[in-house]
C-alpha cells in the first residue's frame, strides 16, 4: 500500500523498530508468549541502566523539548511547571505524531481489515513490554515526562502490565479478533457477526450508514484523497499490503516455491479465501497464531493446514483404492468394453438395413431374440416380424427364398447336386470353433479376469458377467465370424464348414447361466452364408445338458453329469428332446441340400462314461432324427469317445449313413508329443494313415470315418489350451497354476528343464523357414493321410493368438497350401528331412 509521503523521517524510523521488535515478539515460542516478554538484558545492563536513573533523579525535571527539537542541556534547569502555552504546544505535537503514525496500519493488523473501506482504526492502547520501554526510552530522551521517582517499582508493573496485555491480545487473536480500545473491536460490531459477513464475501465500508458491500482496499493516494479497489488483482492473488513489503515479504508465496498459487495453505491448487495474514504468518512459522487456542495449544483438528493435509492424504488414498478396485475386477476383463461394442474379433456385425423397418412393426411384449433393434447385429438377416417356429424353433431372421446353385470350388459339385462318394471325393474342411460355443485358448480375451474369479469357461463366465453376459457375447457373436469367414473359407480351397453350437441356443434350464437362444439366429445367418458359397455344412452339438465330457469346450469344466451322476438320466432325455426339435427344424426343405452332416455328441468321454449307455443313446437318438425327416443322405456322427478306433468294429452297424468321427493331435498323448519333428511327419504319414484304413475296414473297425479336428500344433503350449491357468506337458508343469509336479517330466523331445513354451508360442513373424518348412510338411502329410477316410476338418479357422491352431493364419504365413487341393507334399517318407537345424527344446 502506498505510504504518506509527508511522514517524516524519524516517525518512520520509529514505526521500523516497531514493527521489528512486534515481529521478534511473534517469533518467540507459545510459552513466551503466554508468559510475556522475558528481560534479555544481562545484569551489568540492567545496574548500569538503574545508576543512570538515580543519578537523573536527583536533578531537577526537564522541561519537554519543543517542537523545533533541541538538546536536554537547553532545557530551563527550574522545576517550575510549564506554561499554558507550552502545555498546550506540547499537545499539539503528541497529537500531530500520533495522527502519523496512526496513518500506517501496524503489520499484525490482519490482512482483512486493513483492506476495508473503513477509516483507520485507532492505535492500539495496549502494547507490549518492548513497545513501552521504546517508547518510555524516546519520551525519556526528548524530555517529554519525568522518570518516576520510584523507577524500578514501575518498571515491575509495567513489564507485568505488558505481559498481560500481550496475553489478552494473543487469546483475541486467536479467536479471530483483536481487541482495541477498551474492550471495543476494531470493526465495531461484535466479531460473530463480522465473521458471518466476512464469509459472505461483505465487509463495512466508509461512507456511514453501516452498509455492506463487496470486499475492497481504501488506499491513500499522494494528497491524501482516498480510493477504493478490489482486494484482488487479475489472477485472484492479494495485493501486498505496504506493511509486507517494508519487511521484506513483498511476495510471501515466492518463500515457498513448492505452494506456489496457493493462498493461506489451500489445497490442491483450490483457493479457499484464507487472509493474507495467515500466509504471511506461514511465511514465518515461528509466530504463534496456530499454536494458541483460547490460551492453549491449539488442537490439530483447529489448525486449517494440518486439517487440508489431513483432507489430501485421505483424498489420494481414497484415489488409489479405487484404482487398485478398477484395475483387479475389470482387469478381470479389460477387453471387455472392446467386446461391448462388437469390435473384438474380425470385422463387426452392422445394422444397415435396420431403417428398413419401423419399431412399431415389432410387439412390445417380444422376446429379444424376436427384437431386431436390440441385435448387436442386422445385416444379412429378415427384419420382418414373425413368431413362426419350427420344431418350437423360431423362423426369425430367415428369407422366404434361397439359392443352392453355389459350388465351393470346380473341385465339387454345386450344392443342388449330390456330393457323391466320400471315400472317393473326401471333405475339406475346417471348424469355427471358439465362436458360438466358447473355448478359452482360442479367443482367451473373453477370459482374460483375476484367477480368484474363478472364469474357466462358459459356465462361470456367464454367472460373473451376469446380465452383461448378453452384450459381450453378442458382440463376439456379430464380430468373430462373418460373411467374410466363408468367402475366405472358400477362396481356400475347402468345401465343408463344421459349425459348433450348445444346447442353450435351442433351450436352457433351471440355473443356467448361458445365453439364452442369442446363438440360434447366428447359426441360421451361418448357414445361409454357406449356401451362399457353396459349402456344405457339419452341424456340431459341442455341448449337451450336463456336459459329455466335463471339459470346459462343452460349457462347463468339471463333473460329467451326462449319461452320469444323480442327474444323467435327466440330462440324456434333454438331450433328445435337443435332438428332436433340432432334427425338425433342420428337416425343412431349404436345409436338404446345405446340411451334409449332422453331429450327436461332441467328444463324449467314453473312457469314464458307461459304454452301453452311450451306444443306446446314440441309437435312439439316430432315430429320432431320421423319424423327424433328416435325409438319409446326409451323414450322422457320433464321436470315437477315445476308446480306440479298433473297439468299435461291430458296433453300431444297423446305423443308415453314419460316420465314426476321430480327433487326432499328437500333442495329447504322452508319446506322441516327446516325437521330435521328423517323427512326427513319420507318424502322421504312417500311424495315422494305418489307423484310417482300419477304421474304414468293418472287419477291423467301424466302418465309414472322418477326421473332424486336427492341428498342425506340435507342442500344447498355446495360453488356456489345457484349461485356463493351467500349465502343459510339454514343460512339465501340466496342472493348475502351471506348476512342476515332481513326479512329472518335460515331454518335449529333450524330455529334461530346458523345454521351453516361449518360442513355441511365437508368432509367424519370429519362425524360421526351417520351422515354417516343418509346419507345412506336417499339415500335408495329416491331409494325405485322412482322405483315406472320408474327409476331415482343421481345427480351428481362426484363433486370437495360437497361429499353429488357425488355418487363416497357417495361410497367411505359408504353412498351409493357398488350395486345399493343391499339395507339394503327399507321405513320400523320402523326402522327410531331419530338421537338424531346429531344436528340439520348442
Same mark, same amino acid.
Given at each position: 500500500?502506498?505510504r504518506?509521503p509527508s511522514?517524516?523521517?524519524?516517525a518512520?524510523?520509529?514505526r521500523?523498530?516497531?514493527?521489528?521488535?512486534?515481529?521478534q515478539?511473534?517469533r518467540?515460542?507459545?510459552?513466551?508468549d503466554?508468559d510475556g516478554?522475558?528481560?534479555?538484558?544481562?545484569?551489568?545492563?540492567r545496574?548500569?541502566?538503574?545508576?543512570?536513573?538515580r543519578?537523573?533523579?536527583?536533578r531537577?525535571t526537564?522541561?519537554?523539548?519543543g %517542537?523545533?527539537?533541541?538538546?536536554?542541556?537547553?532545557?530551563p534547569?527550574?522545576s517550575?511547571?510549564?506554561?499554558?502555552a507550552?502545555l498546550a504546544?506540547?499537545?499539539?505535537a503528541?497529537?500531530?505524531?500520533?495522527?502519523k503514525?496512526r496513518?500506517?496500519?501496524?503489520?499484525?493488523q490482519?490482512?482483512?481489515?486493513?483492506?476495508?473501506?473503513?477509516?483507520?482504526?485507532?492505535?492500539p492502547?495496549?502494547?507490549d513490554?518492548?513497545?513501552?520501554?521504546?517508547?518510555?526510552?524516546?519520551s525519556?530522551?526528548k524530555g517529554?515526562?519525568?522518570?518516576?521517582?520510584?523507577s524500578?517499582d514501575? #518498571?515491575?508493573e509495567a513489564?507485568?502490565?505488558?505481559?498481560?496485555?500481550a496475553?489478552?491480545?494473543?487469546?483475541?487473536?486467536? &479467536?479471530?479478533y /483483536?481487541?482495541?480500545g477498551?474492550?471495543?473491536?476494531?470493526?465495531?460490531e461484535?466479531?460473530?457477526?463480522?465473521r458471518?459477513?466476512?464469509?459472505k464475501?461483505?465487509?463495512?465500508v +466508509?461512507g456511514?450508514?453501516g452498509?455492506?458491500?463487496?470486499?475492497?482496499?481504501?488506499?491513500?493516494?499522494?494528497?491524501?484523497e482516498?480510493?477504493?479497489?478490489?482486494?484482488?488483482?487479475?489472477?485472484g492473488r492479494?495485493?501486498?499490503?505496504?506493511?509486507?513489503?517494508?519487511?521484506?515479504?513483498?511476495?510471501?508465496?515466492s518463500?515457498?516455491?513448492?505452494?506456489?498459487?496457493?493462498?493461506?495453505?489451500g489445497f490442491?491448487?483450490? =483457493?479457499?479465501g484464507?487472509?493474507?495474514?495467515?500466509?504471511?504468518?506461514?511465511?514465518?512459522?515461528?509466530?504463534?497464531?496456530?499454536?494458541?487456542?483460547?490460551g492453549?495449544?491449539?488442537?490439530?483438528y483447529?489448525?486449517?493446514?494440518?486439517?487440508?493435509?489431513?483432507?489430501?492424504?485421505?483424498?489420494?488414498?481414497?484415489?488409489?483404492?479405487?484404482?487398485?478396485a478398477?484395475?483387479?475386477v475389470? =482387469?478381470?476383463?479389460k477387453?471387455?468394453?472392446?467386446r461391448?461394442?462388437?469390435?473384438?474379433?474380425?470385422?463387426?456385425g452392422?445394422?444397415s438395413?435396420?431403417?428398413?423397418?419401423?419399431?412399431d412393426s415389432?410387439?412390445?411384449d &417380444?422376446?429379444?431374440?424376436?427384437n431386431p433393434?436390440?441385435?448387436a447385429?442386422t445385416d444379412?438377416?429378415n427384419?420382418?416380424?414373425?413368431?413362426?417356429?419350427?420344431?418350437?424353433?423360431?423362423l426369425?431372421?430367415?428369407?422366404?427364398?434361397? +439359392?443352392?446353385?453355389a459350388?465351393?470350388?470346380?473341385?465339387?459339385?454345386?450344392?443342388?447336386?449330390?456330393?457323391?462318394?466320400?471315400?472317393?471325393?473326401?471333405a475339406?474342411g475346417? =471348424?469355427?470353433?471358439?465362436?458360438?460355443?466358447l473355448?478359452?485358448?482360442?479367443?482367451?480375451s473373453?477370459?482374460?479376469?483375476d484367477s480368484?474369479?474363478?472364469?474357466?469357461?462358459e459356465y462361470?463366465l456367464?454367472?460373473?458377467?451376469?446380465?452383461?453376459?448378453?452384450?459381450v457375447?453378442?458382440?463376439?457373436?456379430?464380430?468373430?465370424?462373418?460373411?467374410s469367414?466363408?468367402?475366405?473359407? %472358400?477362396?481356400?480351397g475347402?468345401?465343408?464348414?463344421r459349425?459348433?453350437?450348445?444346447?442353450?441356443?435351442v433351450?436352457?434350464? /433351471?440355473?443356467?447361466?448361458?445365453l439364452?437362444?442369442?446363438?440360434?439366429?447366428?447359426l441360421?445367418?451361418a448357414?445361409e452364408?454357406?449356401r451362399?458359397?457353396?459349402l456344405?455344412?457339419?452341424l456340431?452339438p459341442?455341448?449337451?445338458?450336463g456336459s459329455q465330457n466335463?471339459?470346459n469346450?462343452?460349457?462347463r469344466l468339471? &463333473?460329467?453329469?451326462?449319461l452320469?451322476?444323480t442327474?444323467?438320466?435327466l =440330462?440324456?432325455?434333454?438331450?433328445l428332446?435337443?435332438?428332436?426339435?433340432l432334427?425338425?427344424?433342420?428337416?425343412?426343405?431349404?436345409?436338404r441340400?446345405v446340411i451334409?452332416?449332422?453331429?450327436l455328441?461332441?467328444?463324449p468321454?467314453m473312457?469314464?462314461?458307461?459304454?452301453p %449307455?452311450?451306444?443306446?443313446?446314440?441309437?435312439? %437318438?439316430?432315430?429320432t432324427?431320421?423319424?423327424?425327416g433328416?435325409?438319409?443322405?446326409?451323414?450322422?456322427?457320433?464321436? +470315437?469317445?477315445?476308446?480306440g478306433?479298433?473297439?468299435?468294429?461291430? /458296433?453300431l452297424?444297423?446305423?443308415?449313413?453314419?460316420a465314426?468321427?476321430v480327433?487326432?493331435?499328437v500333442?495329447?498323448?504322452?508319446?506322441?508329443?516327446a516325437?521330435n519333428?521328423?517323427q512326427?511327419?513319420?507318424f502322421?504319414?504312417e500311424g495315422?494313415?494305418r489307423?484310417?484304413r482300419?477304421?474304414?475296414?468293418?472287419?477291423t473297425?467301424?466302418?465309414?470315418?472322418?477326421?473332424a479336428?486336427?492341428?498342425? &500344433?506340435d507342442?500344447?503350449?498355446?495360453?488356456?489350451?489345457?484349461n485356463?491357468?493351467?500349465?502343459?506337458?510339454?514343460?512339465?508343469?501340466?496342472g493348475?497354476?502351471?506348476?512342476?509336479?515332481?513326479?512329472?517330466r518335460?515331454?518335449?523331445?529333450?524330455?529334461?528343464?530346458?523345454?521351453?513354451?516361449e518360442?513355441?508360442n511365437?508368432?509367424?513373424?519370429?519362425?524360421s523357414d526351417?520351422?515354417?518348412?516343418?509346419?507345412r510338411?506336417?499339415?500335408?502329410?495329416?491331409?494325405?493321410?485322412?482322405?483315406?477316410?472320408w474327409?476331415w476338418?482343421?481345427?480351428?479357422?481362426?484363433?486370437?493368438?495360437?497361429?499353429?491352431?488357425?488355418?487363416?493364419?497357417?495361410?497367411?504365413a505359408?504353412?498351409l497350401?493357398?488350395?486345399?487341393?493343391?499339395? #507339394?507334399?503327399?507321405?513320400d517318407l523320402?523326402k522327410?528331412?531331419?530338421?537338424?537345424?531346429?531344436? /528340439?527344446t520348442?
Open positions: 500500500m502506498p504518506d511522514t517524516d523521517r524519524e518512520r524510523g520509529e521500523r523498530r516497531s514493527t521489528h521488535h512486534g515481529h515478539r511473534n518467540s515460542s507459545a510459552k513466551h503466554r516478554d522475558r528481560d534479555r538484558e544481562t545484569d551489568a545492563e545496574e548500569e541502566r538503574r545508576r543512570k536513573r543519578s537523573q533523579s536527583r531537577p526537564s522541561t519537554p523539548r %517542537a523545533g527539537g533541541g538538546n536536554e542541556s537547553d532545557a534547569s527550574s517550575q511547571g510549564l506554561s499554558a507550552a504546544q506540547l499537545n499539539k503528541n497529537a500531530k505524531d500520533k495522527a503514525s496513518s500506517r496500519p501496524t503489520s499484525r490482519p490482512e482483512q481489515r486493513r483492506r476495508s473501506s473503513r477509516a483507520p482504526a485507532p492505535e492502547e495496549i502494547r513490554a518492548r513497545d513501552l520501554a521504546l517508547e518510555w526510552e524516546r525519556r530522551g517529554r515526562f519525568a522518570p518516576p521517582e520510584d524500578e514501575a #518498571e515491575r513489564r507485568r502490565a505488558a505481559r498481560r496485555a496475553r489478552t491480545r494473543e487469546r483475541s487473536r486467536a &479467536a479471530g /483483536e481487541s482495541v477498551q474492550g471495543g473491536y476494531e470493526s465495531g461484535p466479531p460473530e457477526r463480522e458471518r459477513r466476512g464469509r464475501g461483505y465487509e463495512k +466508509d456511514g450508514g452498509g455492506l458491500a463487496p470486499k475492497v482496499i481504501t488506499v491513500a493516494g499522494p494528497s491524501g482516498r480510493y477504493e479497489r478490489d482486494r484482488t488483482t487479475k489472477g492479494r495485493v501486498v499490503s505496504g506493511a509486507q513489503l517494508e519487511e521484506g515479504i513483498e511476495n510471501v508465496q518463500r515457498r516455491p513448492h505452494r506456489s498459487g496457493l493462498r493461506g495453505g490442491m491448487g483450490m =483457493n479457499f484464507v487472509s493474507s495474514e495467515d500466509s504471511m504468518l506461514r511465511a514465518k512459522p515461528q509466530e504463534t497464531e496456530s499454536e494458541l487456542w483460547r492453549k495449544p491449539r488442537p490439530w483447529k489448525q486449517k493446514k494440518k486439517l487440508w493435509w489431513l483432507i489430501g492424504v485421505c483424498t489420494v488414498l481414497l484415489i488409489i483404492i479405487i484404482i487398485v478398477a484395475v483387479v475389470p =482387469n478381470s476383463g477387453d471387455e468394453n472392446k461391448d461394442d462388437g469390435s473384438g474379433g474380425g470385422g463387426g452392422g445394422k438395413n435396420l431403417g428398413s423397418i419401423s419399431p415389432i410387439p412390445k &417380444a422376446p429379444s431374440y424376436l433393434f436390440v441385435w447385429s444379412d438377416f427384419l420382418t416380424y414373425t413368431a413362426e417356429t419350427v420344431g418350437d424353433l423360431p426369425m431372421g430367415l428369407f422366404t427364398s434361397w +439359392d443352392d446353385s459350388r465351393a470350388n470346380d473341385k465339387v459339385p454345386p450344392l443342388n447336386k449330390p456330393w457323391g462318394d466320400y471315400t472317393k471325393r473326401p475339406r475346417v =471348424n469355427v470353433g471358439g465362436w458360438l460355443s473355448e478359452p485358448f482360442i479367443t482367451p473373453l477370459f482374460d479376469y480368484r474369479f474363478g472364469i474357466v469357461d462361470t456367464c454367472s460373473y458377467l451376469a446380465s452383461r453376459c448378453a452384450s457375447l453378442e458382440a463376439h457373436y456379430a464380430s468373430f465370424v462373418t460373411e469367414t466363408f468367402r475366405d473359407i %472358400a477362396a481356400a475347402l468345401d465343408h464348414v459349425i459348433p453350437f450348445s444346447y442353450w441356443a433351450q436352457t434350464y /433351471e440355473g443356467d447361466p448361458y439364452f437362444r442369442t446363438s440360434w439366429r447366428y441360421l445367418r448357414i452364408y454357406c451362399k458359397y457353396g456344405r455344412v457339419n456340431d459341442h455341448g449337451l445338458p466335463g471339459w469346450h462343452s460349457g468339471g &463333473a460329467i453329469n451326462w452320469n451322476g442327474e444323467g438320466d =440330462n440324456a432325455r434333454r438331450s428332446e435337443f435332438h428332436d426339435r432334427s425338425r427344424f433342420f428337416s425343412q426343405p431349404r436345409y441340400n451334409s452332416h449332422y453331429g455328441a461332441n467328444e468321454k473312457t469314464e462314461l458307461s459304454v %449307455a452311450v451306444l443306446e443313446w446314440t441309437a435312439q %437318438a439316430s432315430s432324427i431320421r423319424k423327424n433328416i435325409p438319409e443322405d446326409v451323414i450322422l456322427v457320433f464321436g +470315437d469317445g477315445f476308446r478306433l479298433g473297439n468299435w468294429q461291430g /458296433e452297424q444297423s446305423l443308415p449313413n453314419a465314426l468321427d480327433h487326432q493331435y500333442i495329447f498323448n504322452e508319446e506322441q508329443i516325437y519333428h521328423s512326427k511327419i513319420r502322421a504319414c495315422w494313415a489307423q484310417t482300419e477304421s474304414m475296414d468293418r472287419s473297425g467301424f466302418g465309414p470315418t472322418l477326421v479336428e486336427w492341428s498342425q &500344433a507342442t500344447d503350449c498355446a495360453k488356456h489350451l489345457t485356463v491357468g493351467w500349465g502343459n506337458r510339454w514343460t512339465g508343469t501340466l493348475p497354476g502351471g506348476t512342476r509336479p515332481k513326479d512329472v518335460p515331454r518335449c523331445p529333450a524330455l529334461d528343464r530346458t523345454c521351453s513354451c518360442e513355441a511365437a508368432g509367424p513373424e519370429r519362425w526351417g520351422y515354417k518348412r516343418f509346419l510338411m506336417f499339415a500335408e502329410a495329416q491331409m494325405d493321410s485322412f482322405e483315406k477316410g474327409g476338418f482343421y481345427w480351428v479357422w481362426d484363433t486370437e493368438d495360437a497361429a499353429q491352431w488357425s488355418y487363416k493364419k497357417g495361410m497367411a505359408g504353412v497350401p493357398q488350395k486345399a487341393y493343391e499339395r #507339394e507334399f503327399n507321405c523320402s522327410i528331412p531331419s530338421f537338424s537345424d531346429l531344436p /528340439e520348442y
